[in-house]
């Protein structure tokens, strides 16, 4: 009798852990990296991230209930209303740093070579930005909350780029010039 009570049970936690695993991959998918908002109490764009954990567990109890793991503006401001959740309501995947800066490179073409961007990677090669005075920096460097405004004032560099310059820079003895004649 426990035996089949035992493989009932089983069944039961398999049928459970079928139904909620989808959810629970949803709700991070949905709420992990980091997002660019307007501080509502500054009016200045801020970095934060969902506490996702806690965002899966409330979507497995059948709420929605998010609050902030980290912001920019802490820990000055940790104990803020946490107002600009409103913001990530509305737009979810709008204010994601990735998605900003895909619609940022996409049908660019890089500063120094002219390659088009076809996609921009979150890890790996990184594309970068070159700052007006010629230094690259991947994106991944900067701090989010930085990127409105370096967004208006640097240009695209794709990876390739972004490293020879990077080596240029860092290994100036190790660089020879060269003249681009045709013979």
């Known amino acids: 009798m426990t035996t089949a009570i035992n493989i009932v049970l089983a069944i039961v936690a398999l049928g459970a852990l079928f139904t909620l695993l989808p959810v629970a991959i949803e709700a991070y998918r949905k709420h992990r990296g ?7 109490e500054t009016h200045q764009p801020a970095a934060v991230e969902i506490n996702a954990a806690q965002a899966v567990a409330s979507a497995l109890a059948g709420e929605a209930h998010l609050r902030l793991r980290a912001c920019s503006r802490w820990p000055e401001r940790q104990h803020c209303g946490q107002a600009c959740l409103k913001q990530i309501d509305a737009a979810p995947q709008g204010c994601l740093v990735r998605t900003i800066l895909s619609a940022w490179f996409h049908e660019r073409s890089c500063a120094l070579c002219a390659a088009p961007f076809d996609a921009i990677e979150s890890w790996g090669h990184q594309s970068a930005l070159l700052s007006p005075s010629g230094v690259t920096v991947e ?3 900067v701090p989010a909350e930085t990127l409105p405004e370096l967004l208006t004032t640097h240009r695209p ?4 780029c972004h490293v020879a310059e990077s080596f240029r820079r860092q290994h100036p003895e190790l660089v020879v010039e060269r003249s681009h004649t045709v013979h």
Not at 34 to 40: A, E, G, S, W
Not at 157 to 160: G, I
């Open 157 to 160: 560099v794709c990876w390739n």
């Open 34 to 40: 980091t997002r660019l908002v307007t501080c509502p």
């Open 139 to 141: 994106w991944g460097d």
